[in-house]
């Protein structure tokens, strides 16, 4: 199991670690987004399909790409509460960031639901790291969490992202519509329960420092 010793903050939300054999996703830390800005700089996507909604950094052009991403996610650790939180973790692998997968919750200490979403550097696409990445992330939302559920979407010709969610178990939960590029498209949307999860659960994930990040995120243990 990959460990990765790091100073701790004292921001628990940048202490939480997730490892599978694979990768590990760590707290978005500004040492780490800072090695992550020569991949948003060369851009995270460069033609069709498209798969971010509007608006979005990563569409921009440099600097004001790397500009606003780094807003964006240093606007959201801060904005954590019981009502709405976002933990970002930078994806690494054999010690390198790679890209990033977000864990969101919205009311989440009533309804116990997350969303995901994530991107990967066009360099490492291909590899399965999507799928692995993802079942990282919602180890640590049903196990480290207790969720409920967890739903993702993505626009209808990102095959990437709905085939993971297929192979994830994930159930087809309607459509929705975005715009994308000022254009409009149609998104598919998924859902996954806990008792869906527990069927696929895997025990080779590790969690890291999870417990004191739980008053951040108003969540009561």
Same mark, same amino acid.
């Given at each position: 199991?990959?460990?990765?010793?790091? =100073?701790?903050?004292?921001?628990?939300?940048? %202490?939480?670690?997730?490892?599978?054999? *694979?990768?590990?996703?760590?707290?978005?830390?500004?040492?780490?987004?800072?090695? +992550?800005?020569?991949?948003?700089?060369?851009?995270?996507?460069?033609?069709?399909? /498209?798969?971010? #909604?509007?608006?979005?950094? @990563?569409?921009? #052009?440099?600097?004001?790409?790397?500009?606003? !991403?780094?807003?964006?996610?240093?606007?959201?650790?801060?904005?954590?509460?019981?009502?709405? /939180?976002?933990?970002?973790?930078?994806?690494?692998? #054999?010690?390198? =960031?790679?890209?990033?997968?977000?864990?969101?919750?919205?009311?989440?200490?009533?309804?116990?639901?997350?969303?995901?979403?994530?991107?990967?550097?066009?360099?490492?696409?291909?590899?399965? +790291?999507?799928?692995?990445?993802?079942? $990282?992330?919602?180890?640590?939302?049903?196990?480290?969490?207790? $969720?409920?559920?967890?739903?993702?979407?993505?626009?209808?010709?990102?095959?990437?992202? %709905? *085939?993971?969610?297929? $192979? @994830?178990?994930?159930?087809?939960?309607?459509?929705? !519509?975005?715009? *994308? *590029?000022?254009?409009? $498209?149609?998104?598919?949307?998924?859902? @996954?329960?806990?008792?869906? !999860?527990?069927?696929?659960?895997? #025990?080779?994930?590790?969690?890291?420092?999870?417990?004191?990040?739980?008053?951040?995120?108003?969540?009561?243990?």
């Amino acid at each position: 199991m990959p460990t990765t010793p790091a =100073p701790l903050s004292a921001y628990p939300p940048l %202490n939480v670690q997730v490892h599978t054999p *694979r990768l590990s996703l760590l707290g978005a830390t500004d040492a780490l987004l800072e090695r +992550l800005v020569p991949t948003v700089r060369d851009g995270v996507v460069t033609e069709p399909p /498209w798969p971010f #909604d509007d608006p979005i950094s @990563l569409y921009e #052009d440099s600097p004001e790409r790397e500009w606003r !991403w780094l807003r964006a996610v240093w606007s959201g650790r801060g904005r954590a509460s019981a009502e709405s /939180w976002r933990l970002y973790f930078v994806v690494v692998v #054999d010690g390198e =960031p790679v890209g990033m997968q977000d864990l969101i919750g919205t009311g989440f200490a009533t309804f116990g639901t997350v969303t995901t979403f994530s991107w990967l550097s066009p360099a490492v696409r291909g590899r399965g +790291l999507g799928k692995e990445m993802r079942q $990282a992330v919602l180890h640590l939302a049903f196990e480290g969490l207790m $969720a409920r559920e967890a739903t993702s979407d993505a626009f209808v010709d990102n095959r990437a992202s %709905n *085939r993971i969610s297929e $192979a @994830l178990g994930y159930v087809p939960n309607g459509v929705s !519509w975005d715009t *994308r *590029r000022g254009e409009p $498209a149609q998104i598919a949307c998924w859902r @996954l329960t806990r008792e869906q !999860w527990s069927a696929q659960r895997r #025990d080779d994930i590790e969690l890291t420092a999870v417990a004191p990040c739980l008053p951040v995120l108003g969540i009561t243990p």
